[in-house]
């Protein structure tokens, strides 16, 4: 059985055609609707391509040549877009960069942005890998100088009767100074986290990490300028044994108030702990530890002969006034770096 082919070029009669009383079809077809209608109902979608085609032939274009008009009263005719001598404010408009005028640009966000997160010292990265990678090393750290710091603690309140300084080998006082560092940067970054909730949150500076760097850098300054400090008055005014004595139980000292006020700043990022009672706490801390120094000062130096105006001024002079000029300093550069609207 053959099938009619789908082009033939003879008019067909639809049954529709054919219900018409008059119905008058042009021997060549003008549209694709006329094209469609020569077309039987069944015919497929590639047969209606194919009747399309074989009718219409797609020509050349051919753009208007005549000067385009469309310009205000009494301005010139308009640039050609094309021209590639055209100046750029001739190309750029108020839709230049519009994704609605160009949809090859992707387009912006749809509904309406909610609120950002506020900012948390949990969430930060950089200071919980801090604090995370202090923990771990504080381990290493006490396991190393664990025998240091079990003898200074039984040994502490003891009131020794020779001026002869216990030994410390070479890895126990490589602990004891990484305890001092961790101090420092435990302190750096509990004042950067008062800086933040009751002086400034943004500065100068482009990152907030610059800021709690500079803060650590001061810290550490200061306690290498009570080192020297102590260093120089103490070979000045006393014995090398002393001395001795003395800068182990400053390094335990250092090291323990670390140790203290380590919880408050875990605390203090990851659960929801007042900053004020972490303030308070860190305070008692500091006052304790300068008491438990006083006390070993005296012990070391001056109990031998008890003159106490001159403990009170070796004392203020080497760990209040030291300190004072810390925190004045401190607040010296944040004020310098705070943006004040």
């Known amino acids: 059985m053959l099938i009619q082919d789908s082009i033939h070029t003879e008019p067909v009669v639809s049954p529709a055609i054919e219900s018409d009383t008059t119905v008058h079809i042009s021997t060549r077809p003008q549209t694709p609707y006329q094209v469609l209608r020569l077309l039987p109902k069944d015919a497929t979608p590639a047969q209606q391509d194919s009747a399309i085609q074989a009718w219409f032939q797609p020509g050349e274009i051919h753009y208007s040549s005549r000067p385009d008009t469309l310009h205000l009263p009494g301005h010139g005719k308009g640039r050609n877009l094309k021209d590639v001598n055209l100046p750029q404010y001739y ?74 300084a216990h030994d410390v080998t070479s890895s126990e006082i490589g602990a004891l100074y990484y305890f001092l560092i961790q101090t420092a940067l435990l302190f750096a970054l509990l004042y950067f986290i008062y800086v933040r909730n009751f002086v400034a949150n943004t500065f100068i500076l482009p990152d907030e990490y610059m800021v709690a760097g500079l803060i650590f850098a001061v810290t550490v300054g200061y306690l290498a300028c009570k080192i020297i400090l102590y260093a120089v008055s103490n070979t000045t005014f006393f014995g090398s044994k002393k001395n001795g004595q003395w800068f182990q139980a400053f390094l335990f000292l250092t090291a323990m108030e670390g140790i203290a006020i380590y919880p408050s700043t875990f605390l203090l990022s990851y659960f929801d702990v007042s900053t004020r009672f972490v303030i308070y706490y860190v305070a008692f801390t500091v006052i304790f530890v300068k008491i438990l120094t006083f006390y070993k000062t005296f012990v070391i130096f001056f109990r031998q002969n008890v003159i106490f105006l001159q403990i009170i001024l070796y004392f203020c002079a080497l760990e209040i006034i030291p300190l004072f000029a810390l925190w004045g300093g401190l607040e010296v550069m944040i004020n310098t770096l705070k943006i004040n609207f």
């Open 91 to 164: 190309r750029e408009n108020f839709f230049s960069k519009d994704t609605l005028y160009h949809e090859e640009l992707a387009g912006g966000r749809s509904g309406i942005a909610g609120d950002p997160i506020p900012y948390s010292i949990g969430s930060d990265n950089v200071i919980s890998s801090l604090l995370l990678g202090c923990f771990v090393v504080t381990m290493l750290a006490f396991s190393v100088s664990r025998n240091f710091i079990i003898r200074h603690i039984k040994n502490f309140f003891y009131i020794p009767k020779s001026e002869t």
